[in-house]
């Protein structure tokens, strides 16, 4: 089958890798016009002047991006099929939706309130009570259009930082650490859910991914694969999504969501029998979904900014690097390095040793660590 992707990142990349196996074909469409994929022909077009040769080209049309105008998305679905559906991308580009469409199936979050101005926020801060976390209601990813209040006067300073905009005000949840699910759904709404990966983050950004998450109690893998069934169920989601979720002593709360393939999932790769790159292919392709079973325990490290000794990372018999062909810049996700294991002791040194190569990248601290 002949695959649009919207955007050309890393993860269209990666999608790509895992398709052409399959006998699947790319092309990319990209409206910014900075395509690092390197795997297809990339359409650039900053104003919709050659969607119709897109189109053309392709059968079918998926996204690894979710700041899309969902406009552009909903006129391409009328002609070719588009998976996940608009849908998913509406809600998920959306804080106030996505936590709408939570509270309606059930699912517990941080309770939150919209604010339009610093008035609004620093009345959000007092009833919800400090600290809160104020979020832009669109457009935020990797922690960036986001400020901690500790007390309600803070509101000024946040309101400088992230107004003028529409906000989502959170309260903030005192997790004991991040973990986020992964499934797959097919067009039957056959559905293939990972184990759950245990995130670590630094200045928002994620550094590393565990999973099987380690030392989750009984019930918590069951219970994230009932919110998501629901929400995949509800959306009649195609395609692979992520859901992120906070750990708390009483039980989880969901964070939010993306309709896509996640990087807390890239541990899948070499971690899991069948990658959440090839599901989503598979899944957008009327193909029978893979299994998701793990081949062992995995640990994701994150390359920011720096690529960091390579060669002493490739001599390690651990580890396997997936590189995105950026250039190297501060901040930048420029690939990832999936270490396996048979034991978390030995998982957590193969990281460790691992991440010395690395310039910059916080020391590796998790529940692993934490004993
Ligand atoms: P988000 O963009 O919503 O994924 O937020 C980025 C990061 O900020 C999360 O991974 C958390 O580390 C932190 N964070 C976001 N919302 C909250 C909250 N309500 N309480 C505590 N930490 C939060």
């Given at each position: 089958m002949r695959i649009g992707v919207l955007g050309a990142g890393q993860l269209g990349r990666m999608l790509a890798l895992s398709g052409y196996p399959l006998a699947n074909t790319f092309v990319f469409y990209d409206q910014s016009g900075t395509p690092s994929v390197g795997l297809g022909e990339v359409i650039i077009d900053r104003d919709e002047q050659y969607l119709d040769d897109f189109l053309k080209r392709v059968d079918r049309v998926t996204y690894e991006f979710e700041h899309l105008p969902v406009d552009v998305v909903e006129k391409i679905a009328a002609v070719k099929p588009v998976y996940p559906r608009p849908r998913a991308l509406k809600v998920c580009q959306n804080r106030q939706a996505e936590k709408t469409l939570f509270a309606d199936l059930g699912i517990p979050t941080a309770q939150w309130r919209m604010a339009e101005s610093e008035t609004e926020l620093q009345a959000a801060a007092e009833e919800l009570g400090c600290p809160v976390v104020a979020k832009?209601?669109?457009?935020?990813?990797?922690?960036?259009?986001q400020a901690v209040l500790r007390s309600p006067e803070e509101a000024a300073t946040a309101w400088a930082l992230i107004g003028p905009n529409r906000l989502m005000v959170e309260k903030f949840v005192a997790f004991r650490r991040e973990v986020s699910i992964i499934a797959a759904r097919g067009e039957d709404g056959e559905l293939a859910i990972y184990p759950m990966a245990e995130n670590v983050h630094d200045t928002g950004i994620l550094r590393y991914s565990i999973a099987p998450a380690p030392g989750l109690s009984p019930g918590v893998q069951e219970e994230a694969e009932r919110y998501m069934r629901m929400i995949m169920t509800e959306l009649d989601y195609v395609g692979v999504m992520a859901l992120e979720l906070f750990e708390t002593e009483s039980g989880l709360v969901a964070n939010e969501m993306a309709p896509r393939v996640h990087n807390s999932g890239h541990w899948t790769i070499e971690g899991a029998v069948t990658s959440q790159f090839e599901n989503h292919i598979r899944a957008i392709t009327g193909q029978p979904l893979g299994d998701v079973a793990p081949r062992g325990l995995s640990c994701m490290i994150n390359i920011i900014g720096e690529t960091g000794d390579l060669k002493r990372i490739l001599e390690l018999p651990y580890t396997h690097v997936h590189l995105y062909d950026k250039a190297e810049r501060p901040?930048?996700?420029?690939g990832h390095i999936n270490v396996l294991a048979d034991n978390y002791e030995e998982l957590k040194w193969r990281v460790r040793n691992c991440a010395e190569f690395l310039p910059g990248i916080p020391e590796f601290q998790s529940s692993l660590t934490r004993g």
């Open positions: 832009t209601n669109t457009e935020g990813y990797d922690g960036k259009g901040g930048r996700k420029l």
